[in-house]
């Protein structure tokens, strides 16, 4: 991602940052000879004994820092930033890097916590909070999908293990099935099963201790596809790997209605110079009928349903928008505006450089969105005037429910660290169908 414009810059190389970070006056004269703005900083002058730059580094070849208040780092490509508060760390205290990967610069800002702001999209009303969050597992490879039932087990996918994994309330994880390519969400159907939407293979590497997933479509993809998982034998069929003709390409997320049919996005595949298209598809959970109802769209993934079912919420990724529809009945949707091309409503556009993955719709009819990059859960009212960023201590924050016996508890996957967290809600969550 490219710096922001208003960011003077200065380059200093990997080797001369890591002698940089000793606790030495060689730090201070880095400082001054190889970019002086950022002198000025007191918390400089003291640097910590410990440094996020000697971790990052084994990854990061050349770095780039910005005279910004939160002093960031960004890579020499402009991929990857780093920020560090170093404000907030004067003294001898160490950097933690699964706290600090967060983006806080002009592009891309989430506010303070109880602090309001105005969004660069339609003047709507921003907070951020930091929640309270309980580890229910972790080591788990890029866990997302998760569902919890009502005696407090929890299922969930695990993208990068390639498996169905069962969470039982003492936080043993065991894994039930391993259908291949890469589950990537899942849902439980009319029957009883989990359905699976499989994107048919993600490749991952390992950045800053955090596990990402890459942009490009693997060199074993396998194909998407809906596939039928027995919850208590692991036995997995594939339900839908086509519809009229068509492949499907990277199913992403599945929801179902009071119908027992289901709405599924597909999110698309990205080769060198290619990427296709994405879509909404509405399917019976028997494999007997399949049908394309939003055709394209740029990488949609969360999907959900108001609470009376008479709104479809969709989540792209890569514009960091969600859109909404009326639904009229199973799989049909009302008359949609031509400007779009796709017919729908935007409910909330973020500025900067913000990713949304699923979603997932409380009782009172809020969006909770799972954000990557501003690692934390989007939560938008259902008529889109308010905006809440609630941190995560991860900047790939990819799904979330709700679960508990009130349903005010909310599971989210922070998949970058592998681990599944719990906090409180606000309200209760919105019942499933099923």
């Known amino acids: 991602m490219p710096p922001a414009s208003n960011a003077s810059l200065s380059e200093i190389s990997g080797r001369e940052y890591m002698k940089a970070t000793r606790p030495s006056g060689?730090?201070?004269?880095?400082?001054?000879?190889?970019?002086?703005?950022?002198?000025?900083?007191?918390?400089?002058?003291?640097?910590?004994?410990?440094?996020?730059?000697?971790?990052?580094?084994?990854?990061i070849d050349s770095l780039k820092f910005a005279s910004d208040p939160s002093v960031c780092m960004y890579s020499?490509?402009?991929?990857?930033?780093?920020?560090?508060?170093?404000?907030?760390?004067?003294?001898?205290?160490?950097?933690?890097?699964?706290?600090?990967?967060?983006?806080?610069?002009?592009?891309?800002?989430?506010?303070?916590?109880?602090?309001?702001?105005?969004?660069?999209?339609g003047?709507?009303?921003?907070?951020?909070?930091?929640?309270?969050?309980?580890?229910?597992?972790?080591?788990?490879?890029f866990p997302e999908g998760p569902v919890c039932m009502p005696d407090g087990t929890i299922f969930c996918v695990e993208l990068k293990g390639?498996?169905?994994?069962?969470?039982?309330?003492?936080?043993?994880?065991?894994?039930?099935?391993?259908?291949?390519?890469?589950?990537?969400?899942?849902?439980?159907?009319?029957?009883?099963a989990g359905y699976v939407a499989n994107s048919g293979g993600w490749d991952f590497h390992e950045v800053m201790g955090l596990t990402i997933s890459a942009m490009l479509e693997p060199a074993d993809y396998s194909g998407g596809r809906i596939e039928r998982v027995d919850l208590e034998t692991g036995a997995v069929d594939v339900v839908y790997s086509e519809c009229d003709g068509n492949p499907l390409v990277g199913p992403n997320d599945l929801v179902f209605?009071?119908?027992?049919?289901?709405?599924?996005?597909?999110?698309?595949?990205?080769?060198?110079?290619?990427?296709?298209?994405?879509?909404?598809?509405?399917?019976?959970?028997?494999?007997?009928?399949?049908?394309?109802?939003?055709?394209?769209?740029?990488?949609p993934n969360g999907i959900g349903l108001s609470p009376d079912g008479t709104?479809?919420?969709?989540?792209?990724?890569?514009?960091?928008?969600?859109?909404?529809?009326?639904?009229?009945g199973p799989g049909e949707l009302a008359e949609r505006s031509p400007i779009?091309?796709?017919?729908?409503?935007?409910?909330?556009?973020?500025?900067?450089?913000?990713?949304?993955?699923?979603?997932?719709?409380?009782?009172?009819?809020?969006?909770?969105?799972?954000?990557?990059?501003?690692?934390?859960?989007?939560i938008v009212s259902p008529d889109g005037s308010s905006v809440e960023h609630?941190?995560?201590?991860?900047?790939?924050?990819?799904?979330?429910?709700?679960?508990?016996?009130?349903?005010?508890?909310?599971?989210?996957?922070?998949s970058g660290t592998g681990r599944l967290v719990s906090l409180p809600w606000r309200c209760p969550g919105l019942r499933l169908s099923y």
């Open 26 to 59: 060689r730090y201070r004269q880095v400082v001054s000879s190889a970019y002086p703005s950022l002198a000025r900083f007191p918390s400089l002058r003291n640097p910590p004994t410990r440094s996020f730059g000697s971790y990052a580094l084994k990854y």
């Open 76 to 121: 020499s490509d402009g991929s990857s930033r780093i920020c560090m508060p170093l404000s907030s760390h004067t003294g001898r205290r160490p950097l933690n890097p699964t706290r600090y990967l967060t983006v806080r610069s002009s592009a891309c800002f989430a506010p303070r916590a109880g602090i309001p702001s105005r969004s660069a999209r």
């Open 257 to 299: 209605d009071a119908h027992g049919g289901m709405w599924f996005t597909d999110h698309g595949k990205q080769r060198e110079r290619i990427r296709t298209h994405g879509g909404v598809y509405y399917a019976k959970h028997d494999g007997s009928s399949i049908r394309e109802v939003i055709y394209p769209l740029d990488s």
């Open 162 to 192: 390639r498996a169905v994994t069962r969470i039982g309330p003492d936080g043993a994880v065991e894994r039930i099935a391993e259908p291949g390519g890469s589950p990537n969400g899942l849902a439980i159907g009319p029957d009883g």
């Open 340 to 378: 779009t091309g796709h017919g729908g409503e935007c409910l909330v556009g973020l500025p900067g450089w913000q990713l949304f993955d699923s979603l997932a719709v409380d009782a009172e009819g809020n969006v909770a969105v799972a954000t990557i990059v501003n690692g934390g859960l989007t």
């Open 123 to 141: 003047g709507r009303e921003q907070t951020m909070s930091e929640p309270e969050i309980t580890e229910i597992a972790s080591g788990l490879e």
């Open 311 to 328: 709104r479809l919420y969709v989540a792209e990724t890569h514009t960091a928008r969600v859109w909404s529809w009326d639904v009229t």
């Open 390 to 414: 609630m941190a995560m201590p991860d900047l790939l924050v990819t799904n979330v429910c709700f679960g508990g016996d009130d349903l005010r508890t909310a599971y989210v996957t922070l």
